[in-house]
């Protein structure tokens, strides 16, 4: 029996892949490192959280001490890193945190891996990063594997360097590794914070849609179970050392994504058509505010066979759905500091 540390597995896309390789592998034991900040929520694996092969640990990898004796004990044959501080928005507010978390925490964990792992033989650290570290296209052109890396928010700028670190360790102390990085992920169990859940939230609740700037910017979004697969399948199959872009061939601009969501909630809350886009407030643009991001994935097509699934006119359908048949989800994550967040510094140390 193979033993798989996933870090983050209590966050958005760190659930979904708990949840596939909980029930897809019984062979593994699969243990969930995770801090359970404010985006991590143990209601996201309700549905697999008695299950013989899962279990899930309560901690900090930016304690050192603590990732150190955990790698002691559980002696883990793989890792699939996920967890990070992962809003831009927050990373503007309060950048250290992010520093902490996504670059300390990974160095931490590559630590813990280089010093336990005598015998790297069949071990694998799989850090999983965003499309964000290569910065902003124009109209045209696509991010590849081999695009420079060009952050410009706090956010991907730790990103980027938790990636440069992961590739050292790899060139420096042999490392067995291997990097993803992936575009914008929809999906259930999004923290409502993100574009599309906060506004399906907000619709639900007649609240004013913040569209930042004009709208204009692009995002390439990916159905979060789609990303699951890319994992599994890069975690299984992936060559060490290499970088895999994920992405969904999916480009669209804010406002028509947006209006698109309009639609969708005006016809399952039964609103007449154009309630919902009267709540869109064009506010103050994001600082640097990124342009277009967009993914070339061929890579991972022709050497690993993976694709998308998922058409985006049917994921947003269900996700939508999603969000209004889980309130008490809704409810339970956007209780407590939710509700301050807007107005508060984000500080936890
Ligand atoms: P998320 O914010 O939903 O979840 C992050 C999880 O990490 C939470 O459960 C949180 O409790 C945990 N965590 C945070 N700090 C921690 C710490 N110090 N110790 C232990 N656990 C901690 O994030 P997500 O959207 O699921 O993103 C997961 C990963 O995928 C991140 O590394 C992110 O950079 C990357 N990514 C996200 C997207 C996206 O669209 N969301 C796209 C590409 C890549
Ligand atoms: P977001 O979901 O925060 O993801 P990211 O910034 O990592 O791409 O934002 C997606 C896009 O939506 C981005 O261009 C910023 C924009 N946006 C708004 O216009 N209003 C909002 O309230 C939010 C959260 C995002």
């Given at each position: 029996m193979k033993t798989i540390l996933i870090t983050g597995g209590a966050g958005f896309i760190g659930s979904h892949v708990v949840r596939l390789f909980v029930s897809k592998y019984p062979d593994y034991k699969i243990v969930n490192l995770d801090?359970?900040?404010?985006?991590?929520?143990?209601a996201n694996l309700k549905d697999i959280?008695?299950?013989?092969?899962y279990e899930f640990v309560k901690g900090d990898i930016v304690d050192s001490d603590f990732i150190l004796k955990l790698f002691e004990v559980k002696q883990f044959d793989g890792v699939i890193h996920l967890a990070a501080e992962s809003h831009v928005d927050r990373s503007i507010s309060n950048p250290t945190e992010f520093v902490y978390t996504n670059v300390i925490g990974t160095v931490n964990l590559l630590n813990a891996a280089r010093h336990i792992?005598?015998?790297?033989?069949?071990k694998r650290f799989y850090h999983i990063s965003t499309d964000e570290v290569y910065g902003s296209l124009g109209q045209e052109g696509m991010f590849t594997e081999e695009t420079r890396y060009d952050p410009h928010s706090p956010y991907s700028a730790s990103k980027a360097s938790s990636d440069h670190f992961v590739r050292a360790y790899h060139d420096?102390?042999?490392?067995?590794v291997v990097i993803s990085n992936c575009s914008n992920n929809y999906g259930?169990?999004?923290?409502?914070?993100?574009?599309i859940p906060l506004f399906i939230h907000n619709i639900k609740n007649n609240k004013p849609l913040p569209v930042y700037g004009k709208g204009e910017n692009v995002r390439d979004w990916l159905w979060v179970e789609d990303h699951a697969a890319a994992i599994d399948v890069i975690f299984h199959s992936g060559r060490l050392g290499e970088t895999y872009n994920i992405g969904g061939f999916n480009e669209w601009k804010n406002i028509d994504l947006i209006r698109v969501i309009c639609r969708v909630m005006d016809k399952k809350l039964g609103r007449t058509e154009g309630e919902s886009e009267k709540l869109i407030t064009f506010v103050k643009d994001r600082a640097g505010h990124d342009l277009r991001y967009a993914i070339d994935a061929t890579k991972l097509k022709n050497e690993l066979?993976?694709?998308?699934?998922?058409?985006f006119e049917e994921g947003i359908e269900k996700t939508i759905g999603w969000y209004l048949e889980n309130e008490e989800w809704l409810k339970n994550v956007t209780s407590g500091d939710y509700q301050k967040y807007y107005e508060d510094q984000y500080i936890r140390r």
């Open positions: 801090m359970l900040t404010y985006a991590g929520n143990l959280e008695n299950k013989p092969n792992w005598k015998n790297t033989k069949d420096t102390f042999e490392l067995p259930s169990f999004q923290f409502p914070e993100k574009l066979g993976w694709e998308p699934s998922l058409q």
